[in-house]
């Protein structure tokens, strides 16, 4: 069992930046690919981008590609995205997951744990 906490999240203008960040439970947090879906008012949740076990390769949807990065520090037990640019298309509630011995990206989708979320506002 993991759980996942997420923190960072709040209210900026748009070209601004924020930093999530993402604290997992567990003495086994390497085991685990990690990555960040979103959800705004009215849409379905949507993939934000994945990181596998050891932080070697990403995977980043095409909405955010060249202003979200994500990283992680296996020794905290923490996966960060910074975000740049920020875009008010770009609000949503940001979920942190996590996905045993696997890589999450556009295309395996299927998670083992979710955060609660926390709100990203942007306004123009």
């Known amino acids: 069992q993991v759980q996942l906490v997420e923190s960072g999240g709040g209210s900026v203008q748009a070209g601004g930046s924020l930093r999530l960040s993402c604290a997992a439970s567990?003495?086994?947090?390497?085991?685990?690919?990690m990555g960040w879906f979103r959800q705004a008012p009215g849409k379905e949740r949507e993939f934000v981008v994945g990181?596998?076990?050891?932080?070697?390769?990403?995977y980043y949807a095409d909405s955010v590609k060249g202003r979200y990065t994500i990283s992680r520090d296996n020794a905290k037990n923490t996966v960060y995205l910074q975000m740049s640019s920020l875009k008010p298309d770009d609000t949503a509630v940001y979920y942190c997951?996590?996905?045993?011995?696997?890589?999450?990206?556009?295309?395996?989708?299927?998670?083992?744990?979710w955060g609660r979320g926390t709100q990203v506002t942007v306004s123009s």
């Open positions: 567990g003495r086994t947090f390497s085991s685990y690919g």
């Open positions: 997951a996590a996905k045993f011995a696997g890589i999450i990206t556009i295309r395996n989708t299927n998670v083992d744990y």
């Open positions: 990181i596998n076990l050891s932080g070697s390769t990403t």
